[in-house]
């Protein structure tokens, strides 16, 4: 026992935790999905290229595939049937689908991680007027609406880059991350200054001051050590919210619309809710899987770096 | 009814060429077989100039209750000033409740087809003998507010539509500034009186330019109506103008919704088409196509006194069965064009080469259109209907999507991998859809595509010669509706130089020249004229492809009565309207 580290402790407890290990190996499988995109969708040999709807679909009765579900069986050439309008595969938009949430939910936890973490720590840390200032931005950041920022700056993304429509996708993913962090890190800053006010008064980081060890050291060695259960856990919990809300952005036309994403494929789906289910279905359940999985996932790993809340 | 609004972008991009033969991968053709064939619209609109109001009483009509229009997709008219009332939807709903001008159309309902009648004047106008001058009688009639509607009112109103400051885009800068003598530069009434049009009593005369045969269908937009010389300075004005109709405004939300009620003032002796039957309208606009389609389904409480103003085509089988006799196909005189800039693509063979390669069955099933249905191949610039329309195909045949054709003539051109420039609006799933149908389609056949997402107005984009946007597109386009069914009302308004709507730039001395000299032609010969017209510009220049006709799905629940179509714009006929009670 003597060698363990709290964290080692942690995972201990979390390897014994089969509802976390199910879900950790969901998550990994999605995360393989994402990064394997384009190899898995070559190996079943379809493509995001819109189809031929006119030889396709029975566009003369109610626009359903003439081949494949719902109105008929499997299809091996699409397993995941074809998109009625565009005749579009379903897998292909599915993995791509993936791909995209996964990308932008994870850069945004990243960025948002970091940035919670350097201004917590140094608003905990150094207080005085560093520490007003920097609350006072947290405040303000939460004061704004998150939903109402997305919507004006969608539109000024589409004018500002019309012009060259081949940066545009590229600046559309940036920018989505970049409202995602900029709306997500102020819980992980209030987080971090609340623990390391409560730590910096102990008596390890009173005896590294005195002897002389430079700020940024006792910031990075002595407190952030400290903090990481915490912070894995607020992370988390960040990553599934960060999916629900670019599947939400993209339902709403604010979010990816170029390239694929779960959320626009739900918003065209939801048209068909009742002449082709399976069609919403895969990409409603790629999303509630996932998260559900991380969300799971991320109260397994609270708990088991927390003894205290363990049920 | 001029340009169709929404449809700009939306459904813009969604059009060409044929189809009917497309499919050979198992589906039905397009042609014959189609669920619902195209009827053409009446290409002869009578016309009864002693009908007397009040207008003949529908059959089982009953009056009372609320009728609620659903409008999928259509954000609806930015204002309802009648000197801006130039789309098919603002128009179809005002000039139907509450916007009296002088001459009317009023369907038969014996034959279903559409007649000018009568409206605030007392017959059709009396013209002169070459048609340089008509005349009017105004009716005595009332505004919403109790005051009389003089001819005074009816000359400021006309006179206000020159200004072209305040009214840029409305119906009156084409047609009433080029035929009205009102002197060179007027603009309206801050230049004072426009001598052309002279007021004796309720009497009101308009001297032309030269002969303008069309003034009695001119007349029944509301720009040749009534303006109260007071309060009636536009913007103010447009949001809560004065009813002269049977229902006047209590409520006009932008882009949300219009709420109409009751008129007392409105005298049903005085008017030969228009009813009372309902208490109250109320039109919600931009409304979730889905969602107005389920509704209707529902047949709940509120659905059966619901119409719909489109239906979509997902549901179209199963809405079809459910409405009966209140599911409407329109056939109306609307057609959709890709217009290449002829200043740019100056070959005639690579804009041929575009026709081809323009995949009409599939950009119009990605855009959310059924072809044969709601969109039929297209060939000529004048829609099926309209009197002197000539059959021709531009290239000897239909053009049908064929990358090979279009690959040779673009060999032909010396322009192989040519390179098309567009805007389409990303931020619509199923314009985004056609879009991209559309550029695989031009890959296919040779051509590279660059596609610009562009979310605004795009019509407001090709209008303004300094953006960089535009300057950097060459191929655009328009879908227009004629305002009247001549093709003088179509063919000026899309090829002539300088005409706003006119997205090719398209300008060749011959064709203007000869589109003013028709105007001077006896009448008898003009409808031929206009079809040879539209030979010689799509068979020796080629400047905008046709690329479909357009039909209109309307809907109604079980306890709408009335239910029909306006062949004349279009659109829903609102006059007949009731609530079965």
Redesign the interface.
């Known amino acids: 026992m003597s060698g363990k580290s709290p964290l080692a402790i942690a995972a201990g407890r979390l390897r014994r935790d089969k509802v976390a290990m199910v879900c950790l190996s969901i998550v990994i499988i999605f995360a393989l999905i994402a990064i394997f995109a384009s190899q898995i969708a070559s190996l079943f040999n379809v493509t995001t290229q819109p189809g031929n709807p006119s030889q396709q679909l029975d566009f003369i009765n109610d626009g359903m595939p003439l081949k494949g579900p719902p109105r008929n069986g499997f299809d091996p050439e699409h397993p995941f049937g074809i998109a009625p309008k565009t005749a579009k595969d379903n897998l292909a938009s599915w993995l791509y689908g993936a791909r995209t949430s996964m990308l932008i939910a994870t850069s945004a936890t990243v960025v948002a991680s970091l940035v919670g973490i350097v201004l917590g720590l140094v608003s905990g840390f150094v207080g005085g007027a560093v520490d007003k200032v920097i609350s006072f931005v947290i405040d303000l950041f939460l004061t704004l609406p998150f939903l109402l920022m997305a919507l004006v700056i969608a539109p000024i993304l589409n004018e500002r880059f019309a012009l060259t429509p081949d940066r545009y996708q590229t600046m559309q993913v940036v920018s989505l991350i970049g409202i995602l962090a900029a709306f997500g890190w102020m819980g992980v800053a209030r987080l971090v200054r609340g623990e390391v006010l409560s730590l910096r008064e102990r008596e390890f980081i009173l005896s590294a001051r005195v002897i002389g060890m430079p700020t940024t050291r006792i910031m990075v060695k002595e407190l952030l050590p400290n903090l990481v259960a915490p912070i894995v856990v607020a992370i988390s919990l960040m990553l599934p919210a960060f999916i629900a809300a670019e599947a939400g952005l993209a339902f709403l036309g604010v979010g990816i619309t170029q390239g694929e994403s779960w959320g626009q494929t739900i918003l065209l789906a939801s048209a068909y809710f009742e002449l082709y289910p399976l069609y919403l279905w895969e990409p409603l359940l790629g999303i509630v899987v996932l998260v559900l999985a991380l969300n799971l996932l991320g109260d397994a790993i609270r708990d088991a770096v927390d003894p205290k809340t363990r049920r | 009814m001029k340009r169709t609004k929404s449809l700009a972008v939306v459904a813009g991009f969604a059009m060409v060429t044929l189809?009917a033969c497309?499919?050979?991968?198992?589906?039905?053709n397009?042609g014959g077989?189609?669920?619902s064939e195209f009827i053409n619209p009446e290409s002869d609109f009578g016309k009864v100039a002693d009908a007397e109001g009040p207008a003949p009483e529908v059959e089982g009509a009953t009056t009372g209750g609320t009728i609620t229009v659903a409008i999928p997709g259509d954000p609806g008219p930015e204002d309802l000033d009648p000197a801006n009332g130039w789309s098919v939807l603002g128009n179809s709903i005002q000039q139907a409740l509450t916007h009296r001008s002088l001459v009317q159309f009023r369907r038969d309902q014996e034959t279903g087809a559409m007649e000018l009648v009568p409206d605030l004047a007392t017959d059709l106008g009396r013209p002169n003998e070459d048609f340089t001058e008509w005349t009017f009688t105004i009716k005595d009639v009332n505004w919403e507010n109790g005051n009389p509607i003089t001819a005074e009112e009816v000359k400021y109103g006309v006179e206000r539509t020159f200004d072209s400051e305040t009214f840029t885009s409305g119906p009156g800068q084409v047609y009433s500034v080029s035929n009205f003598d009102c002197g060179e530069g007027y603009t309206g009434p801050q230049d004072g009186d426009c001598p052309g049009i002279t007021v004796d009593g309720q009497d009101i005369t308009f001297a032309m330019q030269g002969p303008f045969p069309d003034m009695d269908f001119w007349s029944t937009f509301m720009a040749i109506g009534p303006i109260p010389l007071e309060n009636s300075e536009f913007p103010a004005y447009g949001r809560m103008p004065l009813s002269s109709g049977p229902y006047k405004i209590k409520e006009f939300r932008v882009n949300e919704s219009l709420t109409l009620e009751k008129n007392p003032e409105w005298d049903a002796a005085s008017d030969p088409a228009r009813h009372q039957y309902a208490d109250e309208w109320v039109f919600k606009f931009d409304q979730d196509?889905?969602k107005t389609d389920q509704l209707l389904l529902s047949d709940s409480a509120d659905a059966q006194t619901t119409v719909s103003n489109g239906l979509?085509?997902?549901n179209?089988?199963?809405l079809r069965d459910a409405l009966g006799d209140n599911f409407i196909q329109q056939t109306g005189q609307c057609v959709s064009y890709r217009t290449p800039d002829y200043t740019k693509i100056d070959d005639i063979n690579i804009r041929k080469a575009i026709a081809w390669a323009y995949d009409f069955?599939?950009i119009t099933?990605?855009g959310?259109n059924?072809?044969?249905v709601t969109r039929i191949p297209a060939s000529t610039i004048m829609p099926p209907g309209m009197s002197g329309r000539k059959e021709y195909f531009p290239d000897t045949e239909q053009f049908v999507y064929d990358p090979e054709k279009s690959k040779a003539l673009l060999a032909e051109a010396g322009a192989e991998g040519y390179k098309l420039t567009f805007v389409y609006d990303?931020?619509?799933?199923?314009a985004?859809?056609a879009a991209?149908?559309e550029k695989?389609g031009y890959e296919n056949a040779g051509f590279t595509v660059?596609?610009?997402?562009?979310?605004?107005d795009a019509y407001a984009l090709w209008d303004d010669a300094e953006s960089?946007?535009n300057a950097?597109l060459n191929l655009r386009s328009v879908n227009w509706c004629s305002d009247w069914p001549s093709a003088s009302t179509m063919i000026p308004p899309l090829v002539e130089s300088g005409q706003p709507y006119n997205t090719s730039y398209f300008s060749e001395t011959e064709v203007d020249d000869r589109i003013k000299e028709i105007a001077t032609l006896p009448l008898e010969d003009q409808a031929a004229a206009w079809g040879d017209l539209d030979e010689l510009i799509g068979t020796k220049y080629f400047p905008m492809i046709p690329t479909a006709y357009r039909n209109d799905l309307f809907g109604a629940g079980s306890k709408i009565g009335g239910f029909t179509g306006d062949a004349a714009m279009s659109a829903i006929y609102y006059k007949d309207l009731f609530v079965i009670q």
């Open positions: 189809a497309g499919g050979d991968g198992g589906g039905g397009a077989n189609s669920p196509q889905e979509g085509a997902t179209v089988a199963a069955e599939n099933l990605a959310g059924i072809p044969g990303d931020s619509d799933a199923e985004k859809a991209e149908q695989k660059e596609m610009i997402p562009y979310q605004e960089p946007i950097k």
